[in-house]
């Protein structure tokens, strides 16, 4: 089935950005990490795919999230937000936070336990989206709301991220017949866009590929994240009290880097279609790779974090009660609890969204007794 054609003023945006990745490209002798150019095409200012002006989320985005499923997502998370904000001053941080939905549901749900919720968000059309929704929704507790552009000097709350790992750039690396290591970069070949991979000399992304690639006899590629253990290591730095709590889609490191999986986990969402080619519909396509988790908790307890929990979203909705709640939204058979039901369903259903999505959170100068995690805890597979 072919895909959609994007409007005319998408496709001219993204001739635009096309344009400036050219410029970057030939400015460094033909040729980029593939780092680089994820970096660009989603972020890049009025062009990338997050800083653009299209709709991203929902049914006529690219992509669903779970708050925005159902609001008995944000309400189960409530309850375990519930149990954290009075240890510390009442805060919630929450980046990439979408199309607002998560924070106005919350806001909804416990707006009294809550001092400030702050939004670090770099999209000035998500931005806006964000402040028009939670007024809609949650206008009793609009003014709680302090949306940042750049991380605060210091954390005294609960960290909430949802698929945000996921949207950050990655190195891709690829392993040769001999078992030496290439770094791939993208490159113009006759004007258009493509792998190119060149010998890897940088020590750091050596040692991880060597630690993490398995021995095969056949050519491996996969993707290494130093952006993501940067980010939890700075964001641990800064947090002097609370929590952090991360879902996203991804796997264990001996999961991730499975002999089978040798074409790594890089892809595009485009109008609820996944594409494998990275080149196709820049900046109007969403690029993402799977969350090593095992790489995540290490750059959290190598920050003195205390890992409280690592499990799939289906475990920790269910232990918050997610089922009680969806039995309040009415009669079986109403048409509000059958359309919650199905939306419940696709968020702990080990096909759907309950088995590839997991939670890890971490703690600092806080109970580590963490209700969410009471049942089905799988930190000994990181």
């Known amino acids: 089935m072919p895909l959609p054609l994007p409007s005319p003023a998408a496709q001219q945006s993204s001739a635009n950005l096309q344009t400036l990745l050219a410029k970057e490209i030939k400015k460094h002798r033909n040729w980029i990490p593939f780092s680089r150019f ?29 708050p925005t499923l159902t609001p008995l ?81 210091t954390f005294d709350g609960i960290i909430i991220g949802n698929e945000v790992l996921d949207a950050m750039p990655v190195e891709i690396i690829r392993k040769n017949e001999g078992g030496s290591f290439e770094h791939v970069g993208v490159c113009l070949d006759n004007g258009r866009f493509a792998y190119s991979a060149k010998p890897l000399h940088d020590p750091s992304l050596s040692t991880s590929a060597s630690l993490y690639f398995p021995q095969t006899d056949y050519p491996y590629t996969s993707e290494l994240h ?29 999961q ?31 690029l993402t790779a799977h969350v090593n988790f095992t790489d995540i908790a290490q750059a959290g307890t190598d920050a003195g974090l205390d890992l409280t929990g690592y499990l799939p979203q289906s475990h920790f909705l269910l232990n918050l009660g997610i089922i009680e709640l969806l039995t309040q939204v009415g009669k079986t058979d109403s048409p509000a609890y059958i359309r919650e039901a199905a939306a419940v369903q696709k968020l702990i259903d080990q096909h759907e969204m309950g088995e590839l999505f997991k939670v890890i959170a971490f703690g600092k100068n806080i109970g580590i007794d963490w209700a969410g995690f009471r049942f089905g805890d799988i930190c000994h597979k990181l």
């Open 38 to 66: 994820m970096e660009l095409v989603l972020y890049t200012p009025q062009y990338g795919y997050y800083t653009g002006g299209s709709h991203k989320i929902g049914n006529n985005g690219d992509f669903i999230t779970a």
């Open 226 to 254: 130093p952006q993501q253990y940067a980010f939890i290591r700075t964001l641990a730095s800064r947090l002097k009290r609370g929590g952090m709590i991360f879902i996203d889609y991804g796997f264990d490191v001996a």
């Open 256 to 286: 991730y880097y499975h002999p089978q999986r040798n074409q790594g986990t890089l892809i595009g969402h485009y109008r609820h279609h996944v594409i494998h080619n990275p080149f196709d519909f820049i900046g109007l396509a969403d």
């Open 73 to 153: 997502f944000a309400q189960t998370l409530a309850r375990q937000l519930q149990e954290l904000l009075p240890q510390t001053a009442g805060n919630i941080y929450e980046f990439g936070a979408g199309t607002g939905q998560l924070a106005a549901d919350l806001l909804g749900s416990i707006s009294d336990g809550i001092n400030r919720y702050y939004i670090i968000e770099i999209s000035p059309e998500l931005a806006a989206r964000q402040k028009d929704l939670i007024q809609t929704l949650a206008p009793q507790a609009a003014q709680k709301i302090v949306h940042l552009s750049a991380l605060p000097e």
